[in-house]
């Protein structure tokens, strides 16, 4: 008797864990998830946007062949399954079988070959960098593609999420020009949920797939997403209930403690892990003082990283050490050996000792040198990091001021007429460095009219050599090798001061379950959403 | 009658060479503005080759030189054709015919209530000047005339929806709940009342100041000495002869203060995340949409000759000395 009592004990517990664990976990289907999208997405083409808001809202109507975990590993999505040759050259798909487009017609391997060759390779932003080497996608049958490729191209297999690939229907698109196809702002797609209507200065309306391939999926009936230009109102719609999810940082930083304080709202850090977004200040090398690496590299150590994440960003971040964001740990591609320690407690002596060096004096006001910071004109967050910086500069006998413009004058200032001394601005390092990381370094991205790529004037044939090599190295162990070396080249470089790693904010109500489940954060398709009631 | 549709018809010829001339001020001036539409497109996409720039440019009709380009807009608003808008995918016309309404009706009810609460209360106060009332409306004024009006928008926020939950923080209706008839239209009063609200305290204030101003003026005058003599009531007085002739000014602040309005409406809109066209300006701006932004001007410039017309018009009817002429 006492003996089956103890026995019947942890068996009851046990069996009591498992269905308060299956309370816990088991989605309820229904309700619409009422988000808001900043800003209002200037048109619905994921496949030639890679803008957020055409991000957040895509990926709900378009996937991609495969899906990430958090460690980047590629999932099954459109592809159940897949074999890359062994000389690296070719990577064959197989694809999900009775997957249908929202018009009823099925998903082959037609759709793949055309998305890729003739859409994504032509004129999608990134992947004509990332389907360089793409030369053609063979179809053997409806259910097989197979990528054919010049050289080995590693990073592709970190490209085909729904937001950086999407998979579009060849029927609608084959023979129509891209960009006034109709499709472009009503989609059609494999995804969970269905475009609906598209009410300007409004709302994007979204309703669930009945005909999802992942069965009993999606659990959301509809998804409403709502544009709010104005950010203390976003915040106040958050707070009121209005809206139940606001990601990549729609609510400011400022607010998030005040709303999460509250018990209602909750704030998450994941969801970054895919796009990588780092705060950098971009020095022109060209310019004098910073053709000097030296005077570079002072500006690098003067500054408290620690600080500048707490209290501008609230936590949302980690200091940076390199060029690579440390989620590209898992990867190995990410090293801090023979790094220099940006965080030594003698920075600031040692970057005066640096400028010393530099031949760079302090005058009778104790100032050495000035310059202007032009900062990128995204939010309240970095004219604060600007006013911060003034101040640690300062410390060093740097006199920095600061110039705020709005987006179209900064990106023509800095990106088309090379008219500054140093920027600051954040820098989406994407799932591989080929993707995102060469353009800020290659001697090949200096191109004058072309944003976001290399503006320091800086670049080294050392370097190039690494980064070409490094895109068609298909070892693993000798790309990392290659990686680890090239941060260290670019670490003494100093072209770029690695500042913080930044984590988009993902804000939302209790009531909104599985809110941040993939890598992809709000870019992810929300098929594992939920609400409870 | 027929007097007065000749006026119309000659103040409408007198307003085309107007509006000409703000398209070609504006368009030079828009073209002042650094960065094109492409560099921001590329910009928001974070990344871009230069043939997708080189592509959009082209495509954006931006590659042209700047006379050409204003010569073919011209031609375009002459034909009655606003352009297309390579941002957005549509046509400029679709997109600003979708938001004229939101914002008319959102300049409607703020001007509305800003005429009726003003007449009524700028009487009041210039009943017994130095009175509570009078005192009452003067504090009142002063707060509303000199408030930020993001700022205003952003209290009545605060107040009126996070603390007595009374009325949405934003946007026109309910959109999640997609109604229909009566509850739409009561769904959208009120969302209506705090941007409306926002948007009328300043001219509430002005209209308030002149009427109380303006009726204290015109109760010094003879004629009122003579009405009186004539043996009408003081009631009569006031609503028959004195608030009449006070009106003019308030109708001829009106027409001037048209223009502020419409500016008024780019920021409550914003604010509140009202769907016209004053929200779709300023995203335009920011994007240098300018066949967009060029056509906003276009409407916003034939509204307000539009109002200064009707506005003369007003004058002949509340007082029959002025000609329609």
């Known amino acids: ?533 | 009658m027929n007097e007065r549709l000749r006026f119309i018809w000659r103040r409408l010829l007198q307003g085309i060479p107007t509006i000409l001339l703000i398209i070609i001020a504006c368009f030079f001036l828009l073209k002042l503005a650094p960065g094109d539409a492409a560099e921001v497109l590329a910009g928001e996409s974070g990344a871009a080759t230069k043939e997708y720039v080189d592509t959009l440019r082209t495509k954006f009709q931006l590659d042209k030189p700047v006379p050409v380009q204003l010569a073919a807009y011209v031609k375009n608003v002459l034909t009655l054709d606003l352009g297309y808008s390579f941002r957005q995918g549509t046509s400029v016309s679709s997109l600003i015919a979708s938001r004229l309404v939101p914002t008319l009706l959102l300049m409607g009810a703020a001007l509305g209530f800003a005429i009726v609460a003003g007449i009524v209360l700028g009487m009041a106060a210039s009943n017994r000047p130095g009175g509570w009332v009078d005192q009452f409306v003067s504090v009142l004024s002063l707060l509303a005339y000199s408030m930020p009006m993001f700022w205003a928008g952003l209290m009545l926020i605060v107040v009126f929806s996070l603390r007595l939950e009374w009325f949405p923080t934003s946007g026109m209706e309910e959109v999640a709940m997609f109604h229909e008839g009566w509850t739409r239209v009561l769904d959208i009063a009120e969302h209506l009342v705090l941007p409306a609200l926002t948007l009328s305290l300043f001219y509430l204030a002005l209209f308030m100041r002149l009427m109380r101003a303006a009726m204290l003026e015109q109760r010094g005058m003879d004629y009122v000495v003579t009405a009186r003599a004539k043996g009408l009531t003081e009631r009569q007085i006031l609503t028959r002869h004195v608030a009449r002739n006070a009106l003019l000014p308030i109708i001829t602040m009106i027409g001037i203060q048209m223009g502020n309005l419409v500016g008024g409406s780019v920021i409550v809109e914003t604010v509140f995340g009202w769907p016209g066209l004053g929200q779709l300006a300023f995203d335009s701006l920011f994007a240098r949409d300018l066949n967009l932004l060029m056509g906003i001007f276009v409407v916003s410039a034939v509204l307000v000759v539009v109002v200064n017309i009707l506005v003369d018009i007003t004058y002949t009817l509340i007082d029959p000395r002025i000609k329609a002429a």
């Open chain 1, 1 to 533: 008797m006492t003996v089956g009592l103890v026995r019947a004990i942890p068996k009851w517990i046990a069996t009591s864990l498992l269905l308060l664990a299956a309370a816990a976990t088991a989605q309820e289907s229904g309700g619409t998830l009422r988000m808001v999208v900043q800003p209002e997405p200037p048109t619905l083409a994921l496949y030639r946007s890679t803008a957020n808001p055409v991000g957040v809202v895509g990926t709900k109507i378009y996937e991609g062949l495969l899906d990430y975990d958090f460690s980047l590993n590629p999932q099954p999505a459109l592809a159940q399954s897949w074999t890359v040759a062994e000389d690296g050259k070719s990577i064959t798909f197989h694809l999900q079988k009775g997957v249908k487009f929202h018009d009823g017609k099925e998903f082959t391997s037609a759709d793949v070959q055309f998305t890729l060759m003739e859409v994504l390779k032509k004129s999608h932003p990134r992947g004509q960098i990332t389907f360089r080497d793409l030369q053609a996608v063979e179809t053997p049958d409806p259910y097989t593609a197979v990528l054919k490729l010049a050289h080995p191209a590693p990073y592709i297999m970190r490209a085909l999420s729904g937001y950086e690939s999407p998979m579009i229907p060849k029927h609608l698109f084959q023979g129509t020009d891209l960009q006034t196809n109709p499709m472009a702002n009503k989609p059609v797609g494999t995804g969970p949920f269905k475009f609906v209507e598209w009410n300007r200065g409004q709302y994007i309306r979204l309703d669930k797939n009945p005909d999802y391939w992942k069965k009993g999926q999606p659990y959301l009936d509809r998804i409403v997403m709502r544009f709010i230009g104005d950010a203390a109102t976003r915040v106040a719609a958050v707070e009121r209930g209005e809206v139940q999810y606001a990601g990549v940082s729609a609510v400011p930083y400022i607010e998030v403690p005040r709303l999460t304080k509250g018990k209602k709202v909750q704030a998450t850090a994941k969801g970054n892990e895919i796009l990588n977004p780092m705060v950098d200040i971009e020095l022109n090398t060209t310019r004098k003082p910073f053709d000097n690496p030296k005077v570079r590299q002072a500006l690098a150590y003067a500054m408290d990283r620690d600080f500048i994440v707490e209290n501008i960003w609230y936590g949302f971040g980690k200091p940076a050490t390199g060029p690579l964001h440390s989620s590209l740990k898992a990867t190995g591609l990410y090293t801090t050996e023979g790094m220099p320690d940006y965080a030594r407690p003698d920075r600031f002596e040692y970057a005066a000792k640096l400028l010393d060096e530099a031949g760079l004096k302090p005058n009778a006001d104790g100032v050495r040198f000035e310059f202007t910071l032009d900062l990128i004109p995204l939010g309240q967050e970095w004219r604060r990091l600007g006013e911060y910086l003034q101040q640690a500069y300062a410390k060093v006998g740097v006199k920095m001021h600061l110039r705020y413009e709005d987006f179209p004058t900064w990106l023509r200032r800095v990106f088309v007429n090379y008219d500054f001394d140093a920027m600051t601005t954040q820098t989406f390092h994407q799932a591989d460095p080929v993707i995102g990381t060469h353009r800020l370094y290659h001697s090949g991205s200096i191109i004058k009219g072309t944003v976001f790529v290399n503006c320091t004037g800086w670049s080294s044939p050392e370097t190039d050599r690494l980064m070409d090599e490094a895109t068609v190295e298909k070892d693993p162990a000798k790309r990392r090798a290659m990686y680890h070396e090239l941060q260290r080249e670019l670490a003494a470089a100093g072209s770029v001061i690695w500042v913080n790693e930044l984590s988009l904010v993902t804000v939302y109500r209790n009531e909104v379950k599985d809110a941040a489940y993939s890598p992809l954060g709000t870019m992810s398709s929300f098929d594992r959403t939920w609400i409870a009631k």
